[in-house]
C-alpha cells in the first residue's frame, strides 16, 4: 500500500543509482493534479478495481467488468502502477494480473504457484529498474517479475511470511511477519534484498512483532508497522536506519499501529480494525507529532482499511470497509483532515488501495 | 406418541396404499407387520409435523438426510455440493444449530460447531424422518428433545418383535455418476420372540470429481477437485422386550470418513488439497417401561465420541501445514416420568444431565482451553384434551455450567424457557383443525464460539428465538377420485436477538464472535399431499410443499444491511413429487426449486445468487421370488436438465448424473 509513494520516489531512486551515492537529497517532481482514481476492493468473494473519475465524481464500480467483460477473482491486495502498466497482486487466485494502466484492459495473468502447485499467496508488490518484487506468503519469497517479457525471472529467499517491502538505494526491505505461525508465534525481522545480485544479505532483528509495513522517508529511514501477536503484545513501530542497518528507535506504546503509510516525510500511522483512532500523523524528518487524529472535522470512518495520499496535492483518501460485508467508502480529506467528498465504491466490498491517475 | 389418534397406513411395494379403517392410540398398537409403518397424521398434531418414511424416501432421489429434508416446508439446506460437501439445515431461518437432530430417540450433539453436517447420515437404514417445528408432541421423551428450535427426528428401526422368521437380511449395492459406488447390507435375528439384533454397514465412495460451467469468462467446462469421500458405517442393534410394557433399546454406532474439501471455487486457480477426517462412535441404552396404564418412565443414556481431523498441506507456517485435531466426548443421561391423570391430562417430567468435554491433541494443544460443560436441562410438560381443544405445553429450566484449564470460562446459564401449543377443530364434522404455539427457546454458544483460538469469545451470552406460529391442517378422506387430501399451512414469526455472529476484524487472521445479531423472520409454511383412487391398475401421488420466508437482518440499525434479506435466504422455494406405481413398476418425478437469494452483502446485483430448480426422475422396479425373496431395481436420474445452478456463492452443484442401484431382501 506504499507503492504510489515509492512511484513517486522512483526517479529518484533512479537517480540515484545513477549517481551511486545513497546520501543524494530528493529532487521535486512535478506532479499534474490527478484526473482519476483506481480504486482496489478486496471483496468478500470478487475483488473490484472501480474508477472514480475526478473532475465529475462519477464511479465506475466494476471498471475492470466493463472494460474486460470477465472478474478479476480473489483477493486483490495490492496494485501498483509501473510505465504504463497497472500490476494487481491477486492473493487468493494467486496471480499477478497485468493491465494497460490507461484502460485497465487485461494484458496478462501472471501465475503465482509453488513447485508442488500450490498457491504462494502474493501479497504486494514494488517496483524497481523495470523489475516488479512481488512478496509472497506461502514459500517466504519475494518473486522477481521482469516488465518487458512480463515473466518471473527469479525467486529470492527471504523471512518467513513476508508482507510490505520498501526500496532504499540498492537495497530492498522485506516486513518479515511470520503471520502464519500461530503455534511460535510470529516473526520479527526485516530482510535486506541486494537489488543487484537479488539475494538476501542481511536480516534486521525488530522490536515490532509481525510486520506488515515498512515505508521510507527521504533520509533513508524505514518506519516499519506490525500486528504485535494480537495478545500480549500489541501493534507497535519500529525506526530501522538504512544507513547502518540497524533499528534506529522503537515508537513504544504510543503509536500501537499496524499500519504505516509516508508521504513526503509524514507518516500516518493507522490501523484496519478497532484501534487507537483513525490515524496518527508524525514528522518523521523532526520527530514530532503534527496531529494525534488525523481527522478533525469528526468525521467518522468505521472500520480504516487503507489509506492513501495524494503527493501532488496533499489529499488523504481513507478507506472505510464499515462491517466488511457490504460495500464500502473512500472518503477524500484535505492534508488538515476536513472532509472533501466522499463516494461508496459498491460493489466493491473492503477497499485497501487507491491509486492517482495523472 | 400419545397425541390423539394415529391412523395406520399399510404400504406396500409399489405404492398402493390402504388405510386402516380403526384408529389407535399408538400407545397400544399392536404389533404391526413387517411391511407397516407408524405414520404420522400431520393434520393431528398440536405443532406443526413433516414426515417422510421409508417409502416416500425410496421415491425422492436422495441418498443424504440432507438431500430428503430438502423436501419439506420451511427447511433450507446450505449445500456445498457433491456427496462430501457440507450440508446443514435451517429451519425457518433459525441457524443450523437451532434445529436438533434426533437418531432413535436421542439427540446427536457437536458441542463444538453445534451443528449436526446432515450430509453424513446416509438414507440406508432411515425408516423415516419427521421434522417438528418446536418440539416433538409426544410428552415423554428427554428434557433435551424440548431444548431446540426445532427438532428433526430420524428413526432407524421399527418393531419388530414378532417378526415371522428368525432372520432377515438385506443387500443392497448403489453405483453411479462421479465414482459413487455404495455397498450395504443389514441383518437381523431374533433370537427369541422377545430380543432381536441386528447391524447395518454401508461403505460409500465417490471421487466427486463432477464437471460444472467454468466461471472464467470463455472457460468452458471444468471439474471440481478435491471433492473425493470415502466414508464407512456400521451400526448394530438390539431390542429386548420383557413384556409389552418394558422395552429397552441398545446401539452402537461408527462412522469414519475421510474427504478432501474442496473450497470455493477460486477464479484462475482453483487448487485445494485440504483433507477432513471425522471418526464418530457412540453408543446408546433406553428403556421404557409402563408401571401402569397411567405411569411409564424413559430411561436413555449415551456415551458419544468424535475425532475430527483437518490438514491443510500447503498452510505456509513454519511446518508447512496446518493440522487440527480435536476430540470430543459426551455422557449424558435422562430420565424422564408421564403419569395420565386420564385420557384427558397428563403431565411429564424429564431431567437430562450431561456433559462435553473438547480437546485437541495438535500443535495449539498450549493454549486450549479444553472446556468441559455440565449441562442439567429440567423439563416439565403437561397435555390436556377438552372436546376439540388441546393444549400441550412445558416449562424447561437449562443450566450450564463450563470449566477450562486455560483462559476465561464462559459464563453460567440459567434460563427458563416456556412452550405453549394449542390446537383447535372447530367442527367435529369437520376434518379441519387450528393450531398455534409460541415457544421461546435459547442456543447456547458452541464451544468454537467460545474458545476458538484467537477467535473465540467467553463473554457471549445464548442466542435467543420466540418462535409464534399459527396454521389449519385439514385432511380429507373419501372415495372419490382424490382418496385422501391434507393440507397444511402455518405462518410464522420468529424473533431472533443476541444472534451470535462471527464478525472479521482483519483480512485474513482476525475473527471474532458476537451477539451482535438480530433477525425478523416471517413466513409461511404450506403442504399439500394427494393420494388418488387406483386408475387402470395405477397408483398416484403427489407431495407439495411451499415455504415464504421473509428473513430481514435488524443487527445494526447503522448498517447498510439492515432490514435486507438474510444472506442465502430464498423468498420462495418449494418442492413437487409425484409418484405413479403400476403392478411392479414405481415412477417418481421431483422437482425442486428456490427463488433468487443473495450472498452476505447487501442485497444488490453483484451478489445474486440466481433462482434454480432441479428436476429428478427415479425409476423402481420390484418383484419377489418364490422363496420369500424380494428384489428392487432402482435408476435415480439426477438434475435431468442438466442446469448448472449453486446454492451457496462459488460452490457449483453436479449438474445431470445418476445413480443405478439393485436390493435384495430375504
Redesign the interface.
Known amino acids: 500500500m506504499k507503492n504510489d509513494f515509492l512511484k513517486w520516489l522512483l526517479p529518484i531512486v533512479i537517480l540515484l543509482n545513477a549517481c551511486g551515492k545513497d546520501d543524494v537529497k530528493p529532487i521535486t517532481t512535478v506532479l499534474t493534479a490527478a484526473k482519476g482514481l483506481y480504486v482496489l476492493s478486496?471483496g468478500?468473494?470478487?475483488t473490484k478495481l472501480g474508477y472514480y473519475n475526478l473532475a465529475t465524481g462519477a464511479f465506475t464500480?466494476?471498471f475492470y467488468r466493463q472494460q474486460n467483460?470477465?472478474?478479476?477473482?480473489?483477493?486483490g491486495n495490492d496494485m501498483l502502477q509501473y510505465g504504463s502498466k497497472l500490476y494487481i497482486v491477486?492473493n487468493?487466485?494467486?496471480?499477478i494480473t497485468v493491465l494497460n494502466a490507461a484502460n485497465a484492459a487485461l494484458i496478462k495473468?501472471i501465475?503465482f504457484?509453488t513447485g508442488s502447485?500450490?498457491?504462494k499467496?502474493p501479497r504486494y508488490a514494488i517496483g524497481y529498474k523495470n523489475n516488479i518484487y512481488v512478496s509472497s506468503?506461502?514459500?517466504?519469497s519475494v518473486t522477481v517479475i521482469d516488465t518487458a517479457s512480463l515473466s518471473i525471472v527469479k525467486t529470492i529467499s527471504v523471512g518467513?511470511?513476508p508482507e510490505g517491502m520498501a526500496i532504499v538505494g540498492n537495497s530492498l526491505y522485506v516486513a518479515n511477519s511470520?503471520?502464519?505461525?500461530?503455534?511460535?508465534g510470529p516473526d520479527s525481522t526485516i530482510s535486506v534484498v541486494n537489488l543487484s545480485t537479488q539475494i538476501e544479505i542481511n536480516r534486521i532483528k525488530i522490536g515490532t512483532k509481525n510486520p506488515q509495513k515498512i515505508e521510507a522517508n527521504s533520509v533513508g529511514d524505514l518506519y516499519v508497522s506490525g500486528y504485535g501477536d494480537?495478545g500480549a503484545v500489541p501493534a507497535s513501530v519500529s525506526v530501522i536506519s538504512s544507513a547502518t542497518n540497524t533499528v534506529k528507535k522503537e515508537l513504544g506504546p504510543d503509536f500501537p499501529y499496524a499500519f504505516v503509510r509516508i508521504c513526503k516525510d509524514v507518516a500516518y500511522f493507522y490501523n484496519?480494525?478497532?484501534g487507537a483512532g483513525t490515524s496518527k500523523v508524525y514528522n518523521t524528518i523532526t520527530n514530532a507529532l503534527v496531529r494525534s487524529e488525523f481527522v478533525s472535522d469528526g468525521t467518522v470512518i468505521t472500520t480504516p482499511y487503507g489509506l492513501n495520499v495524494d503527493e501532488q496535492s496533499g489529499d488523504v483518501y481513507i478507506n472505510d470497509a464499515?462491517?466488511?460485508?457490504?460495500?464500502g467508502f473512500v472518503t477524500c480529506f484535505d492534508k488538515d483532515g476536513k472532509k472533501k467528498f466522499l463516494f461508496s465504491v459498491?460493489?466493491g466490498?473492503?477497499p485497501n488501495k487507491v491509486l492517482f491517475i495523472r | 406418541m400419545k397425541t390423539g389418534f394415529r391412523h395406520i397406513y399399510f404400504f406396500t411395494i409399489g405404492l398402493s396404499i390402504c388405510f386402516s379403517a380403526k384408529a389407535q392410540s399408538v400407545d397400544t398398537l399392536p404389533a404391526v407387520k413387517l411391511s407397516a409403518q407408524k405414520v404420522l397424521d400431520e393434520r393431528k398434531t398440536v405443532l406443526p409435523a413433516q414426515q417422510l418414511n421409508k417409502e416416500a424416501l425410496a421415491k425422492l432421489n436422495s441418498i443424504s438426510v440432507a438431500d430428503a429434508v430438502k423436501f419439506f416446508a420451511g427447511v433450507l439446506v446450505k449445500d456445498y455440493g457433491g456427496i462430501g460437501g457440507l450440508k446443514t439445515v435451517s429451519v425457518r431461518s433459525l441457524g443450523a444449530s437451532n434445529t436438533g437432530v434426533m437418531y432413535d430417540g436421542i439427540l446427536l450433539s457437536d458441542a463444538q460447531s453445534g451443528q449436526v453436517d446432515l450430509g453424513k447420515i446416509s438414507l440406508d437404514n432411515i425408516e423415516s424422518i419427521t421434522l417438528f417445528n418446536a418440539q416433538p408432541v409426544e410428552i415423554l421423551l428427554p428434557a433435551r428433545s424440548y431444548a431446540s428450535a426445532s427438532i428433526l427426528m430420524l428413526k432407524t428401526t421399527v418393531e419388530k418383535f414378532d417378526a415371522e422368521r428368525k432372520a432377515t437380511a438385506k443387500l443392497a449395492l448403489k453405483a453411479g455418476s462421479f465414482g459413487f459406488a455404495n455397498p450395504s447390507a443389514f441383518v437381523q435375528y431374533h433370537f427369541t420372540k422377545y430380543f432381536y439384533s441386528s447391524l447395518s454397514t454401508e461403505w460409500q465412495r465417490a471421487n466427486g470429481s463432477y464437471p460444472f460451467k467454468a466461471y472464467e469468462s470463455g472457460a468452458g467446462t471444468a471439474k471440481r477437485i478435491n471433492s473425493d469421500i470415502n466414508a464407512f458405517r456400521l451400526e448394530y442393534d438390539a431390542g429386548y422386550k420383557m413384556n409389552d410394557s418394558n422395552l429397552i433399546h441398545f446401539k452402537v454406532y461408527f462412522y469414519n470418513s475421510d474427504r478432501g474439501l474442496p473450497g470455493s471455487i477460486v477464479l484462475y486457480n482453483d487448487v485445494s488439497h485440504q483433507r477432513l477426517k471425522d471418526k464418530n462412535f457412540f453408543t446408546q441404552a433406553s428403556w421404557q417401561k409402563s408401571f401402569s396404564p397411567k405411569s411409564r418412565v424413559l430411561l436413555s443414556g449415551k456415551y458419544a465420541y468424535n475425532y475430527n481431523y483437518y490438514l491443510d498441506p500447503d498452510y505456509p507456517n513454519a511446518q508447512g501445514k496446518l493440522e487440527n485435531k480435536f476430540h470430543q466426548k459426551e455422557y449424558y443421561f435422562s430420565g424422564a416420568y408421564e403419569y395420565k391423570f386420564s385420557s384427558l391430562f397428563s403431565f411429564a417430567y424429564a431431567s437430562d444431565v450431561f456433559v462435553n468435554r473438547l480437546t485437541r491433541s495438535d500443535g495449539f494443544v498450549a493454549g486450549f482451553a479444553a472446556p468441559v460443560r455440565r449441562t442439567w436441562l429440567n423439563n416439565i410438560a403437561a397435555k390436556a384434551k377438552f372436546n376439540l381443544i388441546e393444549l400441550q405445553g412445558n416449562l424447561l429450566f437449562t443450566q450450564q455450567h463450563d470449566k477450562v484449564i486455560y483462559g476465561n470460562s464462559a459464563r453460567d446459564i440459567h434460563v427458563l424457557t416456556p412452550t405453549l401449543a394449542l390446537s383447535y377443530q372447530p367442527l367435529k364434522s369437520l376434518p379441519l383443525s387450528i393450531r398455534a404455539f409460541y415457544k421461546n427457546i435459547l442456543r447456547v454458544p458452541t464451544f468454537n464460539d467460545l474458545y476458538y483460538t484467537f477467535v473465540g469469545n467467553t463473554n457471549l451470552r445464548p442466542e435467543y428465538a420466540k418462535q409464534y406460529n399459527a396454521g389449519i391442517t385439514y385432511r380429507q378422506n373419501s372415495n372419490g377420485f382424490v382418496q385422501t387430501a391434507l393440507f397444511t399451512a402455518d405462518a410464522y414469526y420468529n424473533k431472533v436477538k443476541d444472534k451470535i455472529l462471527a464478525v472479521p476484524r482483519q483480512n485474513l487472521f482476525q475473527w471474532t464472535i458476537l451477539n451482535i445479531g438480530a433477525a425478523d423472520i416471517r413466513g409461511i409454511d404450506a403442504n399439500i399431499q394427494l393420494y388418488f383412487k387406483e386408475f387402470n391398475g395405477v397408483n398416484l401421488s403427489t407431495r407439495f410443499a411451499y415455504s415464504f420466508q421473509k428473513a430481514l437482518d435488524i443487527s445494526d440499525k447503522t448498517s447498510a444491511l439492515y432490514k435486507s434479506q438474510l444472506p442465502y435466504t430464498p423468498e420462495h422455494s418449494g418442492s413437487l413429487s409425484v409418484n405413479a406405481g403400476y403392478k411392479k413398476i414405481s415412477l417418481s418425478y421431483n422437482i425442486l426449486l428456490s427463488s433468487y437469494r443473495y450472498q452476505i452483502g447487501e442485497p444488490i446485483q453483484e451478489n445474486l445468487v440466481k433462482e434454480w430448480a432441479t428436476q429428478d426422475v427415479s425409476l423402481a422396479y420390484s418383484f419377489a421370488s418364490k422363496k420369500n425373496c424380494r428384489y428392487k431395481a432402482l435408476l435415480e436420474l439426477n438434475n435431468i436438465f442438466n442446469k448448472q445452478y449453486e446454492i451457496i456463492r462459488y460452490y457449483p452443484m453436479p449438474r445431470f448424473n445418476y445413480r443405478a442401484g439393485i436390493s435384495a431382501e430375504f
Open positions: 478486496e468478500g468473494s470478487d464500480g466494476d467483460s470477465d472478474d478479476l477473482g480473489q483477493t491477486m487468493v487466485s494467486s496471480n495473468r501465475d504457484k502447485g500450490a498457491k499467496f506468503t506461502k514459500d517466504s518467513p511470511n511470520g503471520g502464519y505461525n500461530f503455534i511460535d494480537f484496519n480494525y478497532g464499515k462491517d466488511y460485508t457490504s460495500s459498491s460493489p466490498v473492503n
